[in-house]
């Protein structure tokens, strides 16, 4: 079955520093969106990427989807400790919705 | 718009007990779905249903049940609960597979 992968599990940033977090998948896929999970929250939507080498921008947020639809990453420039909390991919597919093990995000002020 | 509602947002349950998680969308979606999140963990998908009348089986369905009724509501039953059901569980819908999903609140279970 599909496995995915987040790296790295955790992640302290000083604040003003850029964070990076990867998702890799066993297998191709459809399409893949990113959520993030402030602490004590539920997960919210942050994007979707369809097209193969598909990036798109969110203010400091660049997300990117590989050539081959089995990896993404979230990449966010100069953190800021709103942006403290788990970002998670998930991956889509046929019909079971998985989301990848998740990056804890903490920023130090 | 409400969105997703679930109740209760806490419980404390003996082991061996049942209970049922209540979850209601007022979007009209197709897909509902059930997580538990662990301490400190991902998401893990308990059930699934595409529509009304249709349920399947996610990554750890065992110990767990559901039905699908109505389009509106997603009830999770734990008919016998162990403590290694203790977790926050969160229903989540969708329009189609492939669209935005979005979350309720959750509700943080723990058996003892």
Same mark, same amino acid.
């Given at each position: 079955?599909?496995?995915? +992968?987040?790296?790295?599990?955790?992640?302290?940033?000083? @604040?003003?520093?850029?964070?990076?977090? $990867?998702?890799?998948?066993?297998?191709?896929? =459809?399409?893949?969106?990113?959520?993030? !999970?402030?602490?004590?929250?539920?997960?919210?939507?942050?994007?979707?990427?369809?097209?193969?080498?598909?990036?798109?921008?969110?203010?400091?947020?660049?997300?990117?989807? &590989?050539?081959?639809?089995?990896?993404?990453?979230?990449?966010?420039?100069?953190?800021?400790?709103?942006?403290?909390?788990? $970002?998670? #991919?998930?991956?889509?597919?046929?019909?079971?919705?998985?989301? &990848?093990? *998740?990056?804890?995000?903490?920023?130090?002020? | 718009? %409400?969105?997703?509602?679930?109740?209760?947002?806490?419980?404390?349950?003996?082991?061996?007990?049942?209970?049922?998680?209540? #979850? %209601?969308?007022? +979007?009209?979606?197709?897909?509902?779905?059930?997580?538990? !999140?662990?301490?400190? +963990?991902?998401?893990?998908?308990?059930? $699934? =249903?595409? &529509?009304?009348?249709?349920?399947?089986? *996610? @990554?750890?369905?065992? &110990?767990?049940?559901? =039905?699908?009724?109505?389009?509106?509501?997603?009830?999770?039953?734990?008919?016998?609960?162990?403590?290694?059901?203790?977790?926050?569980?969160? #229903?989540?819908?969708?329009?189609?597979?492939?669209?935005?999903?979005?979350?309720?609140?959750?509700?943080?279970?723990?058996?003892?």
């Amino acid at each position: 079955g599909q496995q995915v +992968m987040q790296i790295p599990q955790y992640q302290h940033v000083q @604040e003003g520093e850029d964070f990076t977090t $990867y998702c890799n998948s066993s297998t191709t896929l =459809s399409n893949i969106q990113w959520y993030k !999970q402030r602490p004590g929250g539920h997960p919210v939507f942050l994007i979707q990427l369809v097209k193969s080498g598909e990036v798109k921008k969110q203010k400091r947020l660049t997300f990117q989807f &590989g050539e081959a639809k089995k990896n993404s990453s979230l990449h966010i420039t100069a953190t800021q400790t709103t942006d403290v909390g788990t $970002y998670f #991919c998930a991956p889509r597919g046929y019909q079971k919705v998985t989301f &990848g093990t *998740g990056t804890k995000l903490q920023v130090i002020p | 718009n %409400a969105g997703v509602t679930q109740t209760p947002k806490f419980r404390i349950l003996k082991i061996g007990q049942s209970m049922t998680l209540q #979850c %209601a969308q007022d +979007m009209n979606h197709n897909y509902m779905y059930w997580y538990r !999140q662990d301490p400190g +963990m991902g998401l893990k998908l308990i059930y $699934y =249903s595409v &529509g009304a009348g249709i349920t399947d089986k *996610g @990554e750890v369905p065992n &110990g767990y049940n559901v =039905s699908r009724s109505t389009t509106e509501d997603f009830p999770l039953r734990l008919e016998l609960a162990a403590p290694s059901q203790t977790s926050v569980y969160f #229903c989540a819908s969708s329009d189609q597979l492939n669209t935005e999903a979005f979350f309720g609140q959750g509700t943080r279970l723990t058996v003892v």
